[in-house]
């Protein structure tokens, strides 16, 4: 299968991170949520922004440990199943297609202010654009967010500090009596699909160049994009009457008229505008690789795999996606941004729900470049903050969000569930709980391969004698004669020597020389006869083998070889080394489940090759 191509870097990330959030969130949504909350609608957004936290930091560890397109659903199957995972998968394809198309609906509101042509006309040209940009490639969807990024923080900037020494505190003079925590809430579900672009980096994993700066260019644009919010919006209450602002949908660019002037008006239309063909670009990008994600995984219909030959980008997916948006346009845009809101917050929902069962299902392969903090305290707490915040969304949304997952159910019912076998984390959990053996090496072998590709690891030599390598997992004790007797017979039939041989080699080198080399490893090491002879054998004993001084060993790498093999002895040596002084090592060793994963263990360490 043809691979994605990894073109974005870390300001990339970054940028459409804030690109995507930077759009309807402030200029399109302050207006109708302060017809929910009045003046307290600052404090909205800013909850909005902190509520996002668990989510982010719970994704940002899922997808530095699995950076594959689709983001929320290839790790929701991954840990819950593929029935959750493909509900999850097309909750978030329309809830970013949601976005994209109210961000199409606000450009086509401000580009009323400036231009005279028809608006939804300018909005469908505008989609089309990109979808020939994200044709072209991701890194030159990313550059083009890049500038767009750049030129919408200068304006906001230029009218944050115009407009700040001219606040009317008056407009204040309601604050209190507007301080209602349910009302805020309820905004807060409401304007929750500002911060939906944090999901969007997600599903462009497998496209970044190195997943360590997803974290980064997550909680940075989080940050960023919390503060900006919070600023605007609290100066844009300060100069606009309510009355005006009340239900607006030109908020920001009322408030510079207040403040600025018609030229200010113009000013921060044009703003709007950049920072709605901002967000209709990453929601193509980023909602056309859910599709993408699905049919790899045969929950669609494959047609949707289809890459581009030279830029490497799923078209099909890509023009589906842009044609929903366009046809999103005639739609309830108070519904829209409700439904796209609750998506979103039931993704994050299933994102701290799958860090548990990722965790507790004990996987070896499971290796993410970053861990969220406050391990399993901040995804409680996010599971029960997101479901009180859907409640506080209301009914109409809530309903036709069920509606969504009916749907999705039963496409995975109807279309995917005869197709798909995959293995995930959750029955890991179960079979912890009920130690009854309900899993096999699928779901560690995908991760293996995930790691792989994600840490660019080019086997070695050493690589591949693993691969092949012997293993002995023992469960009870036993002397270190008893443990070769066992190994010696099938050794010495892959080197050419009789069991014997090997047997009494072994047991020789060790009354000569201890192969033990600290508290719980030995590496008995011997030479023979003959030429380019080199082999390792692999051992875990869990109750441990005595050697010397009652030492009890539970790592054990037996190396064989023939003298001209001495310096590739001697690299052996020092690959086992940087083995076993990785981190957690002698924990996961003992862990493993299988002689399989104990091969992984040795194969995916983090050692010079």
């Given at each position: 299968m043809s691979k994605l191509e990894k073109g974005l870097k870390l300001i990339d990330i970054y940028s459409i991170a804030i690109g995507s959030m930077v759009s309807s969130g402030v200029f399109l949504l302050p207006g109708i949520a302060y017809g929910m909350c009045g003046t307290t609608v600052s404090i909205a957004y800013l909850f909005a922004g902190l509520m996002s936290i668990p989510g982010v930091l719970s994704i940002s560890e899922l997808v530095t440990a699995m950076p594959k397109a689709g983001g929320g659903y290839f790790f929701v199957t991954r840990s819950l199943g593929a029935g959750v995972g493909t509900v999850a998968g097309i909750l978030s394809w329309f809830s970013l297609i949601f976005k994209a198309t109210f961000a199409l609906i606000g450009l086509s509101v401000y580009s009323e202010i400036i231009f005279s042509l028809n608006p939804k006309l300018i909005a469908i040209l505008i989609c089309l654009v990109f979808l020939i940009i994200n044709y072209l490639g991701v890194s030159k969807a990313g550059k083009a967010q890049s500038v767009l990024v750049l030129l919408l923080f200068a304006i906001l900037s230029y009218f944050f500090l115009s407009s700040a020494g001219k606040i009317d505190f008056g407009n204040y003079s309601t604050f209190i009596k507007d301080f209602d925590i349910s009302r805020i809430l309820s905004a807060s579900g409401f304007v929750f699909v500002s911060y939906g672009g944090l999901l969007k980096v997600a599903s462009l994993a497998e496209e970044t160049r190195d997943s360590r700066m997803i974290p980064k260019g997550l909680i940075g644009a989080l940050l960023t994009v919390s503060v900006l919010y919070t600023l605007i919006v609290f100066v844009t209450v300060g100069v606009l009457p309510g009355e005006n602002l009340f239900n607006s949908l030109t908020p920001i660019s009322d408030a510079a008229s207040a403040s600025m002037g018609v030229k200010g008006k113009v000013l921060l239309s044009i703003a709007a505008i950049i920072a709605f063909t901002s967000a209709a670009n990453v929601g193509i990008m980023s909602a056309s690789r859910y599709p993408y994600a699905l049919?790899?995984?045969?929950?669609?219909?494959?047609?949707?795999q289809k890459l581009s030959a030279k830029y490497k980008t799923p078209f099909v997916s890509i023009i589906v996606t842009g044609l929903i948006v366009i046809s999103g346009l005639f739609l309830n845009l108070n519904l829209l941004v409700e439904v796209a809101s609750t998506s979103l917050i039931l993704t994050y929902i299933l994102a701290n729900f799958s860090v548990i069962v990722m965790r507790e299902s004990r996987l070896t392969n499971y290796k993410?470049?970053?861990?969220?903090?406050?391990?399993?305290?901040?995804?409680?707490?996010?599971?029960?903050?997101?479901?009180?915040?859907?409640?506080?969304?209301?009914?109409?949304?809530?309903?036709?969000?069920?509606?969504?997952?009916?749907?999705?159910?039963?496409?995975?019912?109807?279309?995917?569930?005869?197709?798909?076998?995959?293995?995930?984390?959750?029955?890991?959990?179960?079979?912890?709980?009920?130690?009854?053996?309900?899993?096999?090496?699928?779901?560690?072998?995908e991760l293996r391969n995930i790691l792989k590709e994600r840490d660019s690891i080019k086997e070695d030599r050493f690589d591949k004698l693993v691969k092949k390598a012997l293993v002995f997992d023992f469960e009870s004790r036993m002397t270190y004669e008893e443990l070769y007797k066992e190994i010696s017979e099938k050794l010495g039939q892959r080197i050419g020597l009789s069991g014997d041989e090997v047997y009494n080699l072994l047991c020789d080198k060790e009354k000569r020389y201890s192969s033990v080399l600290g508290d719980n490893i030995a590496i008995p090491h011997v030479i023979v006869e003959g030429e380019k002879i080199f082999d390792v054998v692999i051992v875990r004993n869990k109750e441990g083998v005595v050697f010397e001084e009652n030492k009890k060993i539970n790592v054990i790498f037996v190396l064989i070889g023939s003298r001209d093999e001495r310096n590739f002895h001697l690299k052996a040596l020092s690959a086992i080394a940087q083995v076993v002084n990785g981190k957690d090592f002698y924990k996961k060793w003992m862990e493993a489940k299988n002689p399989q994963v104990l091969k992984d263990i040795v194969m995916l360490s983090k050692r010079q090759r």
């Amino acid at each position: 299968m043809s691979k994605l191509e990894k073109g974005l870097k870390l300001i990339d990330i970054y940028s459409i991170a804030i690109g995507s959030m930077v759009s309807s969130g402030v200029f399109l949504l302050p207006g109708i949520a302060y017809g929910m909350c009045g003046t307290t609608v600052s404090i909205a957004y800013l909850f909005a922004g902190l509520m996002s936290i668990p989510g982010v930091l719970s994704i940002s560890e899922l997808v530095t440990a699995m950076p594959k397109a689709g983001g929320g659903y290839f790790f929701v199957t991954r840990s819950l199943g593929a029935g959750v995972g493909t509900v999850a998968g097309i909750l978030s394809w329309f809830s970013l297609i949601f976005k994209a198309t109210f961000a199409l609906i606000g450009l086509s509101v401000y580009s009323e202010i400036i231009f005279s042509l028809n608006p939804k006309l300018i909005a469908i040209l505008i989609c089309l654009v990109f979808l020939i940009i994200n044709y072209l490639g991701v890194s030159k969807a990313g550059k083009a967010q890049s500038v767009l990024v750049l030129l919408l923080f200068a304006i906001l900037s230029y009218f944050f500090l115009s407009s700040a020494g001219k606040i009317d505190f008056g407009n204040y003079s309601t604050f209190i009596k507007d301080f209602d925590i349910s009302r805020i809430l309820s905004a807060s579900g409401f304007v929750f699909v500002s911060y939906g672009g944090l999901l969007k980096v997600a599903s462009l994993a497998e496209e970044t160049r190195d997943s360590r700066m997803i974290p980064k260019g997550l909680i940075g644009a989080l940050l960023t994009v919390s503060v900006l919010y919070t600023l605007i919006v609290f100066v844009t209450v300060g100069v606009l009457p309510g009355e005006n602002l009340f239900n607006s949908l030109t908020p920001i660019s009322d408030a510079a008229s207040a403040s600025m002037g018609v030229k200010g008006k113009v000013l921060l239309s044009i703003a709007a505008i950049i920072a709605f063909t901002s967000a209709a670009n990453v929601g193509i990008m980023s909602a056309s690789r859910y599709p993408y994600a699905l049919s790899r995984d045969n929950m669609f219909p494959k047609t949707f795999q289809k890459l581009s030959a030279k830029y490497k980008t799923p078209f099909v997916s890509i023009i589906v996606t842009g044609l929903i948006v366009i046809s999103g346009l005639f739609l309830n845009l108070n519904l829209l941004v409700e439904v796209a809101s609750t998506s979103l917050i039931l993704t994050y929902i299933l994102a701290n729900f799958s860090v548990i069962v990722m965790r507790e299902s004990r996987l070896t392969n499971y290796k993410p470049q970053f861990r969220a903090p406050m391990y399993p305290y901040l995804q409680i707490a996010g599971i029960v903050f997101y479901l009180f915040l859907i409640y506080e969304i209301g009914l109409e949304a809530i309903i036709a969000t069920v509606v969504f997952m009916i749907i999705s159910f039963f496409v995975y019912i109807l279309y995917g569930r005869a197709k798909n076998n995959q293995e995930y984390a959750l029955l890991h959990v179960i079979e912890r709980i009920l130690n009854k053996e309900l899993t096999g090496i699928r779901l560690e072998k995908e991760l293996r391969n995930i790691l792989k590709e994600r840490d660019s690891i080019k086997e070695d030599r050493f690589d591949k004698l693993v691969k092949k390598a012997l293993v002995f997992d023992f469960e009870s004790r036993m002397t270190y004669e008893e443990l070769y007797k066992e190994i010696s017979e099938k050794l010495g039939q892959r080197i050419g020597l009789s069991g014997d041989e090997v047997y009494n080699l072994l047991c020789d080198k060790e009354k000569r020389y201890s192969s033990v080399l600290g508290d719980n490893i030995a590496i008995p090491h011997v030479i023979v006869e003959g030429e380019k002879i080199f082999d390792v054998v692999i051992v875990r004993n869990k109750e441990g083998v005595v050697f010397e001084e009652n030492k009890k060993i539970n790592v054990i790498f037996v190396l064989i070889g023939s003298r001209d093999e001495r310096n590739f002895h001697l690299k052996a040596l020092s690959a086992i080394a940087q083995v076993v002084n990785g981190k957690d090592f002698y924990k996961k060793w003992m862990e493993a489940k299988n002689p399989q994963v104990l091969k992984d263990i040795v194969m995916l360490s983090k050692r010079q090759r």
